[in-house]
C-alpha cells in the first residue's frame, strides 16, 4: 500500500484494489490465446496477479538488474504485458514500450538509444518468433544484460519468466516508497525531427488514464475490454491504466478478430469496451448493443484525429461513445459524443475531466499555435521530450522553448462557433494506424530496391492509412525487407495481388 498522503503509482493504485477485493477477477486473457502465443488462456485474481506480480519483480532484482534501469517489453495484448509493466514498477525499473510490429532495426535502435539493460519478449505472436527477434536485437544492444520471455521452447540464454511466476521460493522485493514523478515509461515517437524517446511519469500516465476514465464516465468495478495494445502512451493510458483507475476486470483482446471480440463482450457481460474508432463505430453499425444489453461506454481512439469531424454517427445508444483524439506520443483529450450520436464540438483553452463539467480538474489546455498547429499542454504533456533540437552551428542563440507541444496537426478556429477544426496530419509524417514512419525515410528504403519502387500511404478504414508498394519484382522487393529487418507493415506492402485480404490485413492493423 502507498504510504499516505503520497502521489499514486501504478503499482499503488493496483495495491489498493487489491486490499479491497482481493478475490475479485483483475484480469483476462484473449480467448485465442492459443493461436496468438501458443499458450492456454488464463484469467487471474487480484490476489494471483499480485503473487506473479511479486515473483517476476524478484526476478528481474535477482538478475542483477538496478534500480531505476531500463527494461524493454515487446508482448501481445494478454494479461503478460500488465504483469510485467506492473512487476517492473515494483522492482523500480523503467519500461520501455516495444511496439509488436517492431523488427530488428527497430528493436536494436530504440535498445541502445534507452540503454535498455534487460528486454522481455514472448516465443511467437501470430506465427513470428519474436523471441529470435530479441535475441538478434539484444546481440547489438551493448546495454542488455539479461533476456527473458514468455513461452514454450525459449532460445538458449533467454531466461523463462513463466518459471519465475511459478517459482515458490521467489522473495518479493523489499517494500519500499515508491516516487510518482520518476520515469515510469518510455515510449517513441516520430516527429519532423525524427524520432524521440519520451520518458513519463506515473503522474502522466495518470493523467493521461484520468482523461478517458472521467469523460467516458466508466463505473468502478467495471468489466473492462480492451482491444488496444498498450505499446504506447494512448495504449497504455486508455487500457491498463483505465482498468487501475476504476478497480475493476480488465479483459484482454488481440487486434482483430470481429467474431471474437463481439464474443468476448457478450459472454463477459462487459460494461466498456476500448478499441479504435473506426471499429468500434462499424461494431455499433451492426447492432452490438442489442447483442450486448450490459454496454454502456464505448472508447474510440482516433490515430488519425482530423477524421473524427467527418466520422458517421454513432447509432448504439444506449451505449454512449466518447472520442478520444490522439497527437502520436504527444498527449489526448476526449470528448463524449452528443445525444444524436454526432462529435463534439472541441473548444480552445482549458478542458476538464469530464469535459464541460464545472467540477472537473483541469485535464490540459488545446490551443492553435502561430504555425496554424494544434498545440498541447497540461499534466499528460512532457515538454522537455519535445523541446527543439539545438542549431547545428553553436554560434547561432536558441529561442526560449514554448510551454506546450505542438502536435505538428494543422488546425483552425471555426468563424462560426469558435471550435477547434483539425484539418491535417503532420507534414512529412506518415501514420499508419499507432505508426508513424518520415516519408522521407519510406522513400529511401524503396530506393535500395532499385529503380521505378514506390512506397506510399493509401486511405485504410481501421488504421487510418496502409501502406501500399510497387516494385519490378514484388516478391524480391518482400524478402530484401524482411532481410533489413524492417516493419512488416513496409514487406507487406508489396503484394502481389491488387486487393487486401481481410483476414491477412487484420493481423498486420497496428493499433
Not at 534487460?118 to 544484460?145: K, Q, Y
Not at 517459482?167 to 515508491?178: F, M
Request: net charge negative.
Amino acid at each position: 500500500m502507498s504510504p499516505p498522503n503520497t502521489s499514486p503509482t501504478l503499482d499503488g493504485l493496483f495495491r489498493r484494489t487489491l486490499a479491497r477485493q482481493p478475490d475479485a477477477i483483475a484480469l483476462i486473457d484473449p480467448p485465442d490465446k492459443q493461436r496468438i502465443t501458443g499458450q492456454p488462456p488464463r484469467r487471474m485474481t487480484y490476489a494471483e496477479a499480485d503473487r506473479a506480480i511479486s515473483a517476476l519483480a524478484a526476478h528481474f532484482v535477482t538478475a542483477g538488474l538496478p534500480s531505476n534501469s531500463v527494461i524493454a517489453v515487446q508482448l501481445p495484448n494478454t494479461i503478460e504485458f500488465p504483469l510485467t509493466v506492473l512487476a517492473a514498477h515494483r522492482a523500480g525499473l523503467v519500461v520501455a514500450l516495444l511496439p509488436q510490429l517492431w523488427r530488428h532495426a527497430d528493436l536494436t535502435a530504440a535498445l541502445n538509444r534507452t540503454g535498455a539493460r534487460a528486454i522481455v519478449s514472448t516465443r511467437w505472436i501470430d506465427g513470428v518468433s519474436h523471441s529470435d527477434l530479441a535475441m538478434n536485437a539484444a546481440a547489438e544492444a551493448f546495454s542488455i544484460r539479461h533476456v527473458c520471455g514468455f513461452g514454450d521452447d525459449l532460445p538458449e540464454g533467454m531466461a523463462s519468466l513463466d518459471a519465475a511466476m511459478e517459482d515458490p521460493t521467489a522473495l518479493p522485493p523489499a517494500p519500499g516508497p515508491q516516487e510518482a514523478r520518476r520515469a515510469a515509461v518510455i515510449s517513441f515517437d516520430t516527429t519532423g525531427d525524427g524520432v524521440r524517446a519520451i520518458p513519463r511519469s506515473h503522474l502522466h500516465l495518470i493523467a493521461g488514464g484520468l482523461v478517458v476514465f472521467l469523460e467516458s464516465a466508466i463505473p468502478q468495478g467495471a468489466v473492462m475490454l480492451s482491444a488496444q495494445t498498450p505499446a504506447t502512451f494512448a495504449g497504455l493510458a486508455s487500457s491498463m491504466v483505465t482498468w487501475l483507475l476504476s478497480g475493476g476486470t480488465l479483459a484482454l483482446h488481440h487486434p482483430f478478430d470481429d467474431a471474437v471480440l463481439e464474443r468476448q463482450i457478450v459472454d463477459l457481460s462487459c460494461q466498456a469496451l476500448v478499441a479504435p474508432a473506426p471499429l468500434a463505430l462499424r461494431l455499433g453499425e451492426a447492432g452490438l448493443t442489442a447483442q450486448a444489453p450490459s454496454l454502456r461506454s464505448v472508447v474510440g481512439l482516433w490515430r488519425a484525429p482530423e477524421q473524427v469531424a467527418s466520422s458517421p454517427s454513432w447509432i448504439g445508444a444506449p451505449a454512449h461513445f466518447t472520442d478520444i483524439y490522439l497527437f502520436g506520443e504527444a498527449g489526448l483529450f476526449g470528448a463524449q459524443r452528443a445525444a444524436d450520436g454526432t462529435p463534439a464540438a472541441i473548444m480552445p483553452g482549458p478542458h476538464t475531466a469530464p469535459r464541460d463539467h464545472a467540477g472537473g480538474s483541469t485535464a490540459g489546455e488545446i490551443l492553435i499555435t502561430p504555425k496554424g498547429t494544434l498545440g498541447l499542454r497540461g499534466p499528460m504533456v512532457t515538454l522537455a521530450a519535445y523541446a527543439p533540437l539545438p542549431p547545428l552551428n553553436s554560434s547561432i542563440p536558441m529561442a526560449p522553448p514554448p510551454d506546450f507541444v505542438d502536435t505538428g496537426y494543422a488546425a483552425r478556429l471555426d468563424r462560426a462557433t469558435g471550435a477547434v477544426c483539425i484539418t491535417a496530419p503532420p507534414a512529412g509524417v506518415m501514420a499508419v494506424g499507432g505508426y508513424r514512419f518520415l516519408a522521407q525515410d519510406l522513400q529511401e528504403w524503396a530506393k535500395r530496391l532499385g529503380q521505378g519502387a514506390l512506397l506510399t500511404a493509401l486511405p485504410d478504414r481501421l488504421s487510418g492509412y496502409r501502406l501500399a508498394g510497387r516494385a519490378q519484382d514484388n516478391s524480391r522487393a518482400r524478402e530484401a525487407l524482411a532481410e533489413l529487418g524492417l516493419n512488416p507493415l513496409m514487406v507487406e506492402a508489396f503484394r502481389d495481388a491488387p486487393k487486401v485480404d481481410e483476414n491477412r490485413a487484420s493481423t498486420l492493423t497496428p493499433h
